[in-house]
């Protein structure tokens, strides 16, 4: 079997892998990168938007502050504070080190970097290129990867020999030596060759898990992997109850719903409407935000010239709250004909600026649907789009609770509380990859001896045992079995009765998933691909399901029917999952949320604390405003 | 709604295939890539096929559908009659892996031998500053989501496997002519563009930018511009060095 050997070995060349494999080779550490896809081809590709960052370039009130209040706003205060603060702080370093990597933004009218509203940020915060950043980003950091292998072969004689990319390989195991990680094991997808990786530290940068769902804005590579894999290591995942869905995916056609309509088209003035024509989201802005949010339609139109005297649009509140309006709408008959609502910017600008601003859309709706929205409102509705949680990491190095192990990006959880704000992901990334690289090049430097691997044969035994059954279940109805009842049952509102189903069906479908055969070779054979994937998804499937279950309250990405109003006692508490290492059952406990240091407290306004903090918490509240 | 389409699938592997003959269901508003997923869940499981996004902004999904380079994920079946039968081949300048999957190697190999973005020394992150009419030029060539369709369909290398090493393709020159038209790039580039990533052997077919899924102008902005400066470099230094000063004072 191929067997490689490397100080680092990062899983995923998304945002955040890409970010910590430069970070770790910047180091001087031998560092892999392994993905499922081609190189540059990763989710983080399809980010429209921007990449949230202070710079303070359009408004010149922001700054990391008020940055970092924001994010602890839109996570409803579960956000892991350390990981808000240092993201805040270190965002517009990560930005503008792009731009020295070639990145090119689109601009201010000084030259400078330009900045777009969204939601829940107080002033214009993302950077942004028209409506396909991610693109920029991922380009960016792929061909600095390429300019290290030039500088590379110029000093050693080859491009590889300190950053090497191991593009469609899919990793199915972490290996270990006792506690610690030792490396990793997995497959080509060309040839279904096994391959493994002999490593110290391994970052996991994989990503989310939307495939889980049936309607959901995420690609065939986010099953979960990074989540699993660092479950049957032994680390624990943090707030999995939290999903978001984003309130405007595409619905119509049917082969299209999910697909993402950018927050952008919000941002740049787009309302939604309801089939009476009525801008709904005036009667849907919730009393913590009651103040910041314009109460007519003329003060919200204002606000896009004069953001110092009015307040913002309802349509720019945390993607939670527009897209439990929408689904509030469809459900009471008000809905558009295709069953979302009315997303029209058609009206709002002119024809050309709505082309140059929004060009991927224009054209996705152009091809996919006939529409075009300079002419007409879009139909939209909610579609899951990104996973809160993930594995519980440190702050500051990203390393998770086994050691060797680190984690950034999607999947890792704490940044963004109970929901993202759209445009911290992207900087997340940066901010995240960057740290976690630096962790993993630290920890190399202090271990004393590498680790050797275990484990390999079972590891092999578990990838070839859907092709070597005849006659098993089709990988592909488990999958739909799974899409539908997660999507019905653990959605986005939801009942104890429904989710208690949900973990049944998730226990039977266990069942099938191990019997699941796959015919045909190992060559480029995405039902095998497939079959193994199952085992991932049912276990983040059953990790979401037992949270959701436990979390008796509503917070941010976690709406619970029979439990409707938000709790201080439970924003005190995370849920904690852990897993056995065959991955047969996940167990959930409860952890206390560390308190705010006491200078970042005082960031905040004692009335609004009250909307969130348990009296215990402001009385320290007040000792720490006393003291300083 | 639904109707059964005739779809005619290149299928093998390891350098040996044929197109087999596929009757699948057909449902309102779908694309290519729906129909290929309906067969891998329904009839061939282990159909191969690149994908990410089914959006039309990640370049993987790039086939044959009846000999003409398109992305799978944005080309819909109402585009066909009914009665028609669709024939899905791989990208023919690429070897093919299995299926409708290529080795597209050569490519991530081409983009190492573009040296890379080169910023003056002195200036520091956050200090860049640059008019949007001045970055509007690259940004158009950063467009691109490297689907190869443009270097599939290049005559210089579609059938000419012994040109490959000596010619970069259209998808190279407009990221070359990126980083010459970037506002802070110090390096040189139109003169390697010539000898060394093959510019010359580029006749102006336009066959790339037609076939661009981004309507990137890849002939008209990129690869004739450079073209003509490339001829001015080697008549008149005066004006390359002309261009260089230009460049710097922003
Ligand atoms: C349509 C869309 C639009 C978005 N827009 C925005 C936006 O405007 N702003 C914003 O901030 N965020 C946005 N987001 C969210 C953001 O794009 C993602 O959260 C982010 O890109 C995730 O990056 P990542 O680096 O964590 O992982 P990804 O970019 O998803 O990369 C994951 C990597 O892991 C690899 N991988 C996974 N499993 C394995 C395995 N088992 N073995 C080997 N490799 C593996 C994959 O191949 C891939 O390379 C958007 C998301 C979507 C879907
Ligand atoms: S214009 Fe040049 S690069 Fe483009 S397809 Fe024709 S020969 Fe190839
Ligand atoms: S230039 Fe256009 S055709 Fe060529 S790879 Fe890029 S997007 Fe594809
Ligand atoms: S799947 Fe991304 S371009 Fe077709």
């Not at chain 2, 299995?98 to 050569?106: E, G, I, N, Q, W």
């Not at chain 2, 309507?215 to 261009?243: C, F, Q």
Request: aromatic residues 8%.
């Amino acid at each position: 079997m191929e067997r490689h050997e490397y100080d680092v070995v990062v899983i995923g060349a998304g945002g955040a892998g890409l970010r910590a494999a430069i970070e770790a080779r910047q180091q001087g550490k031998r560092t892999a990168i392994v993905c499922k896809s081609l190189f540059g081809k990763a989710h983080t590709v399809m980010a429209e938007g921007g990449a949230a960052a202070a710079m303070g370039n359009v408004n010149s009130s922001d700054n990391w502050m008020v940055h970092f209040r924001d994010t602890m706003r839109g996570g409803k205060f579960l956000n892991n504070w350390r990981m808000a603060e240092l993201h805040a702080k270190e965002a517009p370093d990560r930005v503008w080190e792009l731009e020295a990597w070639g990145a090119l933004f689109d601009r201010t009218k000084d030259g400078k970097i330009s900045q777009r509203n969204f939601g829940g940020h107080e002033y214009p915060r993302l950077a942004h290129v028209g409506d396909r950043t991610g693109l920029e980003l991922i380009r960016t950091l792929q061909q600095r990867v390429v300019a290290l292998q030039q500088e590379d072969e110029k000093l050693h004689g080859d491009p590889e020999a300190y950053i090497k990319v191991f593009a469609e390989c899919t990793i199915t195991r972490l290996l270990k030596d006792g506690d610690a990680i030792s490396g990793a094991f997995g497959y080509w997808r060309e040839t279904g060759d096994f391959i493994l990786f002999d490593a110290p530290a391994v970052v996991l940068a994989t990503g989310g898990i939307g495939k889980s769902y049936v309607v959901t804005s995420n690609s065939w590579e986010y099953t979960g992997d990074g989540h699993a894999l660092a479950l049957l290591a032994g680390a624990k995942l943090i707030n999995m109850e939290f999903i978001q869905f984003h309130p405007t995916g595409m619905v119509w056609p049917p082969s299209v719903r999910g697909i993402l309509v950018t927050e952008s088209v919000r941002g740049d003035g787009g309302v939604l409407r309801n089939s009476e024509g009525r801008r709904f989201m005036f009667d849907y802005i919730p009393d913590v935000f009651k103040d910041k949010y314009a109460t007519t339609e003329e003060e919200a139109d204002r606000w896009y010239d004069d953001q110092a005297n009015n307040r913002r649009p309802p349509e720019l509140l945390p993607r939670d709250e527009v897209a439990r309006a929408i689904n509030a709408e469809v459900k009471a008959g008000r809905g558009s004909p295709q069953g979302g609502v009315f997303l029209d910017v058609s009206t709002r600008l002119p024809a050309a600026e709505i082309t140059r601003r929004l060009p991927s859309m224009h054209h996705q709706f152009k091809e996919l649907a006939d529409v075009d929205i300079t002419k007409e409102p879009m139909q939209v509705g909610p579609t899951c789009h990104y996973i809160m949680g993930g594995v519980e990491v440190d702050a500051d190095t990203g390393a998770a609770s086994v050691p060797g192990l680190f984690a950034a990006g999607e999947v890792s959880g704490g940044m963004h509380g109970s929901n993202r704000l759209g445009g911290n992901s992207l900087s997340d990334l940066l901010v995240f990859g960057r740290r976690a690289g630096a962790g993993a090049a630290g920890y190399v430097d202090g271990l004393a001896k590498r680790p050797s691997v275990t484990g390999v044969e079972e590891a092999k035994a578990e990838a070839l045992a859907p092709l070597e059954r005849t006659g098993g279940e089709n990988p592909y109805e488990v999958h739909h079995e799974l899409q539908r009842t997660m999507n019905d049952l653990v959605g986005i509102i939801r009942k104890s009765e429904e989710i208690s189903e949900a973990l049944q069906v998730v226990e039977k479908l266990k069942e099938r998933a191990k019997n699941a055969a796959s015919s045909g070779s190992r060559i480029y054979n995405p039902g095998w691909h497939l079959a193994l994937d199952l085992r991932n998804m049912l276990l983040v499937s059953e990790c979401v399901a037992k949270a959701a279950l436990l979390r008796e309250e509503s917070r941010g990405g976690h709406t619970r029917d029979d439990f409707p109003g938000m709790s201080a006692g439970w924003r005190r508490k995370l849920l904690v999952c852990s897993a056995k290492p065959d991955g047969t059952s996940v167990t959930v406990e409860e952890r206390a949320q560390p308190s705010m240091r006491g200078d970042l407290i005082g960031l905040f306004e004692r009335s609004e604390l009250e909307k969130y903090l348990t009296e215990e918490e402001l009385a320290e509240y007040d000792a720490a405003v006393k003291e300083s | 709604m639904g109707y059964k389409a005739k779809f005619r699938i290149w299928r093998g592997e390891g350098g040996e295939g044929r197109l087999e003959d596929f009757t699948v269901e057909v449902n309102e508003g779908e694309v290519v890539l729906d129909v290929i997923h309906r067969l891998q869940a329904t009839q061939t499981p282990d159909l191969a096929v690149r994908w990410n996004c089914k959006a039309g902004k990640c370049g993987s999904c790039s086939m044959e559908i009846n000999g003409r380079p398109r992305l799978g994920c944005m080309t819909r079946m109402s585009t066909f009659e009914e009665s028609e039968t669709i024939t899905v081949t791989p990208l023919r300048t690429f070897p093919v892996i299995k299926d409708l999957v290529t080795d597209v190697s050569f490519n991530y190999q081409k983009a190492r031998e573009v040296p890379s973005f080169t910023p003056p020394a002195d200036v520091k992150p956050g200090e860049y500053r640059m008019q949007q009419v001045d970055v509007e030029r690259s940004q158009e060539f950063r467009k691109c989501i490297e689907c190869f369709m443009c270097q599939n369909v290049c005559h210089v290398i579609r059938d000419h496997e012994e040109n490959k090493p000596n010619f970069s393709g259209p998808r190279y020159f407009i990221r070359i002519a990126e980083l010459d038209m970037h506002p802070y790039d110090v390096a040189e580039r139109k003169e390697p563009a010539q000898e060394e990533h093959g510019l010359g052997y580029c006749n102006i077919t336009k066959c790339c930018t037609e076939v661009c899924p981004e309507h990137i102008k890849i002939t008209d902005n990129a690869i004739i511009p450079m073209k003509e400066r490339v001829v001015d470099r080697k008549y008149d230094p005066l004006v390359w060095l002309g261009s260089k000063i230009f460049k710097r004072q922003r």
